[in-house]
């Protein structure tokens, strides 16, 4: 059974620093990409970033290059993946949900976390 569960969301004020971590279990990050995506309040889901399982290519859109950074598997948590989030702004407010897919270019990914809260406010 695979499950994705985010965490590290909460309220931190402009310009400051969030860590989302996604602990992954009954898939492995050789085998699955992990993306983060990002859903504020009567807008659609955008993507933010994705780690490609197959040779660890990292991709973001330009909302969010150069602020965001994502990461997986440190010493201490293996089948972990992490957003590091800089420079925060007010419209980085949001859900943050990790996915897992084969790969950072499905259309649909295939598996979903519940979620965790970014407000990004002074």
Same mark, same amino acid.
């Given at each position: 059974?695979?499950?994705?569960?985010?965490?590290?969301?909460?309220?931190?004020?402009?310009?400051? /620093?969030?860590?989302?971590?996604?602990?992954?279990?009954?898939?492995?990050?050789?085998?699955?990409?992990?993306?983060?995506?990002?859903?504020?309040?009567? =807008?659609?889901?955008?993507?933010?970033?994705?780690?490609?399982?197959?040779?660890?290519?990292?991709?973001?859109?330009?909302?969010? =290059?150069?602020?965001?950074?994502?990461?997986?598997?440190?010493? =201490?948590? =293996?089948?972990?993946?992490?957003?590091?989030?800089? /420079?925060?702004?007010?419209?980085?407010?949001?859900?943050?949900?990790?996915?897992?897919?084969?790969?950072?270019?499905?259309?649909?990914?295939?598996?979903?976390?519940?979620?965790?809260?970014?407000?990004?406010?002074?």
């Amino acid at each position: 059974q695979v499950q994705l569960v985010e965490s590290g969301g909460g309220l931190v004020q402009p310009g400051g /620093s969030l860590r989302l971590s996604c602990a992954a279990s009954g898939l492995t990050l050789d085998d699955y990409a992990i993306g983060w995506f990002r859903q504020a309040p009567g =807008k659609g889901r955008e993507g933010v970033s994705c780690l490609s399982s197959s040779d660890g290519s990292t991709y973001y859109p330009d909302s969010v =290059k150069g602020r965001f950074t994502i990461s997986a598997n440190d010493a =201490k948590n =293996k089948n972990t993946v992490y957003l590091q989030m800089n /420079s925060l702004k007010p419209e980085d407010t949001a859900v943050y949900y990790c996915a897992a897919a084969p790969n950072c270019w499905q259309y649909e990914f295939d598996y979903w976390g519940q979620g965790t809260q970014v407000t990004v406010s002074s």
